[in-house]
């Protein structure tokens, strides 16, 4: 079992800045990020494997950074230039396997809302 718990959402502007923290209870191969929107399905954000690999949703790639510290067992995303469309609630993930987007993931935390206002 795995226990993950978000952190460093909130509201801002669009254009701001958000990052979002989570801390897992023990090392795990890949983590990642995942959203959904009201009214809409959860996709993935970013992942991030133990040894370093990152992917990125189309619609992220170069305004979001995933990062982990391996140390503290933590998962960073750091959210910058963030747009409307960028709202919704944000979910860590964790798993033993495979580190893709559309990868079946074990372990899900409680989420952190991010809200950007136009």
């Known amino acids: 079992q795995v226990q993950l718990v978000e952190s460093g959402g909130g509201s801002v502007p669009a254009g701001g800045s958000l990052r979002l923290s989570c801390a897992a209870s023990?090392?795990?191969?890949?983590m990642g990020w995942f959203r959904q929107a009201p009214g809409k399905g959860r996709e993935g954000v970013a992942t991030?494997?133990?040894?370093?690999?990152?992917n990125y949703a189309a619609s992220v790639q170069g305004r979001f950074t995933i990062y982990r510290d391996i140390d503290r067992n933590t998962l960073y995303l750091q959210m910058n230039l963030l747009k409307p469309e960028d709202t919704g609630m944000y979910y860590c993930?964790?798993?033993?396997?495979?580190?893709?987007?559309?990868?079946?993931?074990?372990?899900w935390g409680q989420g952190t809302q991010v809200t950007v206002s136009s």
């Open positions: 023990r090392l795990i191969y890949c």
């Open positions: 993930a964790a798993e033993e396997g495979s580190c893709y987007l559309n990868g079946a993931f074990d372990y």
């Open positions: 991030f494997s133990r040894y370093g690999a990152s």
